[in-house]
């Protein structure tokens, strides 16, 4: 099997052994093999015929799966490469293929065949009425795939994996509306006729509900529908096999069904809402009953219910509250609460989003009497969380990484973050300390509360004079016997009232003592680690008199049971302390806490000590802490005063260059040399000019042997801070010059521009430099042509950082032909920038409007909106033609007869984009003009 482009139909005999590779081969560079050849038949334009081929020799389950997903997937992408006369043969092929499955068949192969049936009606316009045609063919012969085509038609219309704009969507919906009453009739002679059958009966419910989620069914009367009837009768356990537990597939069905009439309900359904409300709250006992079989996904169903219904109600509880006459607030909250109560936190965690929302609309309503009547609920919300946060008293240690519960635990801080200012945080403070004082409360009791305490005390008052010193204290006597977590929580805890600490300076001498000597502690020293780093950072100011003892802390730092992030935020905070010190004594200061990166990584280099990743033995190590004591020392400056950290930077320049050229090879840690260089540039600003020309020499050298784009990203980083220079300019323009021979190599190669986004990422960065800081001498670069020809042609990229720097260089190049009028050189970029647009302006906008059509993602539109406004600002009559020239190249028809935009949406799009005066509204224009195409 060659693993080169198809030219020819393989034979079938072929295909049988790659798909038995495949699946059975135990070899895994067979299987590699294999999957990379049928990944290359599946694109080709022979899968059409062989995927039809397999399934009708249905010679086993795994060469039938194969052609289902193919024929799929197929129809979804590549619906193009068939002529329109060959459409109704692969329709026909395709009910063929329906016709013959029975009870034996696979489902998931049925579901392939259904989806490729419903992708193509979609696509076929010629095909009229095609639920018609499939109830007329099948009801009677074919129930079950029928019901599974049927159920996966509105799915596929709505979810837009088949790219056939919004007319064709909104005509396929009145066709769907057409038809509803058919759909309805079958649904009920389904019902009447398989009242036993299991699996059809979820069908029913699924069918019913995929039409009911596009409003294909209207919701008028509805409640009268004989589905919805057995939902509910599923629901309540009543009707056929009420002795039986009911199965959890029909039990999900149904749950999902009444969730979604909740998220279709609408203002004027007053019958449908009360019908809905009413018998929601009858499944209160069910949900019991279920709780008392701990039939814990039952429960879960009814929870999802109860919280959809007051999410749907959301907006009537809160008129209620405000004095408007409701039935239903105070209902449906005990409703959720009452699942909060569930013993597993799984169930409760269903209703977090309601109580985001909730909190949501009480802080934009922000009235005190509305927040009042609230309160009540959020005080039993944090009381349920508050339990269901506790561990398992017979636990030992501390929860790990990746665990649910500890997943669990952070959704919980996070909420209790979003709704505390309903109760105060002082009250929520209180109330957990008030557990902590209750006679005999066990360690999981006090850890949860302490948990509670932690995600609220940044939000303490420093002012507070009466609980935190308490707690304080507490923490400061804790005995050492006490369980591990509840020593590790109580430190994080000391760490998140650092604000309160800033301004109570007396304790910190004592706070630090308690954190430094819990930091050898296996299991708490990482969490004394995250709490100096807090407090370090918040109370830089009060702690100079701390360093010399920071420093020599951090000389030990290895010897504690702590990682490397653990250390990194040690750094942060010491750095943070040393930019408060006076000048004259920074200097030494991070001498010796660089001294601790330098000297390891110099005994490497040294040593010829090949690298291991997370050990001590990895550069990277070292590298990242340098970057944070660099990132993290910010010096105030008078104008003209020298850096203190100046000279550390000429010291620590040689060290990391020997890097760099050991390591040469290594991306990883080259990216790491470079962000180191990037923090202690950006730490000293232009006050090391004799690193420049050493610097780019090296990066210039290495880059046309390695290619590393983060070269690129540093050399961005010079150019930010000495373009301004101009004795600097003609050095970091031959920089560019050096760069663009081998950036270029890459880029133009066949999907070169795909293939390395980072690159594309970091060379239009650095252009986009160089017209913030030295806009005139970049654009009478040689280069600019062809860097201007590479913007174009990337336009389409998909990759989201990759896209933004090239708009940002479009946008860029644009904005220097404006500007203030009295600068000498801004006659000379404006020609510049007009010739340049004169030549190449219809051809951005054809680019960046295809690109938006085609290719970019809905949230990538924002910059390219960016670009258009600064077209239009520079010349709204040559913008406004360009446009016009670039709508005419967009397809009328796709598909054999798809309509995708009409010429009235396009003049309405390139009227609202002309008369546009902010990126926003330019925005939501390409959003609704890809609608018409996707």
Not at 5 to 25: F, G, T
Not at 739 to 757: A, Y
């Amino acid at each position: 099997m060659k693993m080169a482009e198809l030219n020819q139909k393989p034979a079938l005999d072929i295909v049988y052994l790659a798909i038995s590779a495949l699946y059975n081969n135990p070899n895994n560079e067979e299987k590699e093999r294999a999957s990379q050849w049928l990944g290359i038949l599946q694109k080709s334009v022979f899968a059409w015929t062989i995927a039809d081929e397999l399934l009708h020799h249905k010679r086993d389950l795994e060469s039938c799966y194969f052609a289902a997903q193919t024929m799929r997937s197929k129809i979804q992408h590549s619906f193009h490469e068939l002529p329109l006369e060959a459409h109704v043969s692969l329709r026909d092929s395709l009910l063929e293929h329906i016709s013959q499955i029975n009870e034996n068949t696979n489902t998931v192969i049925v579901t392939q065949l259904c989806l490729a049936l419903a992708d193509l009606a979609l696509q076929m316009p010629t095909w009229h009425r095609a639920v018609l045609d499939l109830i007329n063919r099948f009801s009677s012969t074919h129930t079950w795939p029928l019901l599974e085509v049927l159920t996966v038609l509105p799915e596929e219309l709505e979810s837009r994996s088949v790219r056939i704009g919004e007319n064709r969507r909104l005509e396929l919906l009145e066709d769907l509306k057409t038809c509803a009453p058919t759909i309805n009739e079958f649904l009920k002679h389904c019902c009447n006729t398989n009242c036993d059958n299991m699996s059809v009966n979820i069908k029913i419910i699924r069918c019913f509900t995929s039409w009911v989620s596009v409003r294909a069914i209207s919701l008028d009367g509805i409640h009268f529908h004989i589905v919805l009837l057995k939902a509910f009768d599923i629901l309540v356990h009543k009707g056929e096999g009420e002795k039986q537990s009911v199965p959890g597939a029909m039990h999900d069905a149904a749950a999902d069904c009444i969730c979604t009439m909740l998220q279709c309900l609408e203002d004027e359904h007053q019958a449908l809402e009360m019908y809905l409300f009413n018998n929601i709250m009858t499944l209160e006992v069910a949900y019991h009953m279920s709780v008392a079989k701990e039939d814990q996904e039952k429960s879960m169903n009814y929870c999802r219910i109860f919280t959809e219904l007051a999410e749907t109600f959301l907006k009537r509880i809160i008129s209620q509250c405000n004095g408007e006459s409701q039935p239903y607030a105070e209902q449906i909250l005990d409703l959720v609460l009452v699942c909060l109560g569930h013993h597993d936190y799984e169930v409760a965690e269903v209703t977090f989003n309601f109580w985001y929302l909730l909190s949501e609309e009480l802080y934009q309503t922000n009235t005190k009497q509305l927040t009042d009547m609230f309160r009540p609920y959020i005080e039993r919300l944090i009381t349920a969380l508050c339990r269901h946060c506790q561990m398992e008293p017979d636990h030992e240690g501390l929860l790990e990484d990746g665990d649910d519960f500890k997943d669990f635990r952070l959704k919980v801080s996070d909420l209790i973050k979003d709704v505390v200012f309903i109760v105060g945080s002082s009250n929520c403070f209180r109330q957990m300390f008030m557990n902590l004082q209750a006679p005999g409360v066990s360690w999981d009791t006090s850890e949860a509360a302490l948990f509670i305490m932690q995600a609220v005390a940044k939000n303490i008052l420093p002012t507070e004079n009466e609980i935190v010193p308490k707690v304080v204290e507490a923490i400061l006597n804790l005995q050492q016997n006490a369980h591990v977590a509840v020593r590790h929580t109580s430190v994080l805890l000391l760490g998140e009232l650092c604000e309160w600490i800033e301004k109570h300076p007396i304790t910190l001498q004592p706070i630090l003592n308690f954190l430094v000597c819990y930091l050898p502690q296996p299991g708490v020293g990482a969490a004394a680690a995250t709490a100096l780093q807090n407090i370090c950072t918040r109370c830089n100011e009060h702690m100079a008199c701390h360093v010399p003892i920071l420093i020599q802390l951090m000389r030990q730092v290895d010897s504690f049971p702590i990682n490397n992030n653990a250390v990194i935020g040690l750094l942060k905070g010491v750095a943070a302390i040393i930019s408060c010190m006076p000048h004259t004594e920074i200097t030494n200061s991070m001498r010796e806490l660089c001294s601790f990166q330098m000297t390891p990584l110099c005994q490497l280099i040294d040593n010829g000590i090949v690298p291991i990743k997370g050990t001590k033995s990895d550069p990277v190590l070292w590298l990242d802490r340098l970057s944070s004591i660099f990132k993290n020392v910010n010096i105030k400056l008078e104008k003209n005063e020298p850096n203190p950290c100046r000279l550390n930077a000429l010291e620590v320049w040689p060290t990391l260059s020997r890097t760099i050229d050991k390591y040469q090879g290594d991306l990883r840690i080259m990216e790491r040399c470079c962000r180191s260089l990037r923090f202690m540039l950006r730490c000293v600003s232009q006050q090391v000019p004799d690193l420049l020309k050493p610097l780019v020499e090296q990066l210039v050298r290495l880059y046309l042997i390695h290619k590393h784009s983060c070269f690129l990203y540093l050399g961005s980083i010079l150019v930010d801070e000495y373009a301004m220079m101009n004795d600097c300019v003609a050095g970091l323009l031959e920089m560019l010059k050096a760069f663009i021979e081998p950036t270029f190599q890459m880029l133009v190669e066949k999907d070169g521009l795909r293939n390395h986004p980072d690159t594309v990422d970091d060379f239009f960065r650095l252009c986009a430099r160089f017209l913030q800081r030295a806009p005139l001498p970049f654009l009478e670069c040689e280069a600019m042509s062809p860097i201007l020809e590479c913007s174009l042609s990337a336009c389409n990229l998909d990759h989201k950082e990759a896209n933004t720097s090239v708009m940002k260089f479009l946008y860029g190049l644009i904005a220097v032909s404006q500007g203030s009028k009295q600068q000498p050189d801004f006659k000379k970029r404006q020609d510049i920038v007009t010739e340049i647009l004169t030549s190449y302006g219809q051809q951005l906008v054809t680019n960046l409007l295809h690109a938006c059509v085609f290719y970019l993602h809905s949230y990538m539109l924002a910059e390219v909106a960016d670009v258009l406004v600064e077209l239009l600002n520079w010349d709204k009559k040559f913008t406004g033609e360009w446009l016009t020239i670039a709508l005419e190249t967009l397809p009328k028809q796709v598909n054999g007869g798809i309509i995708t935009a009409t010429p009235q949406q396009l003049s309405n799009f390139h009227e609202t984009v002309i008369e546009s005066k902010t990126s926003k509204s330019i925005t939501q224009a390409l959003k609704k003009l890809t609608r018409l195409y996707r």
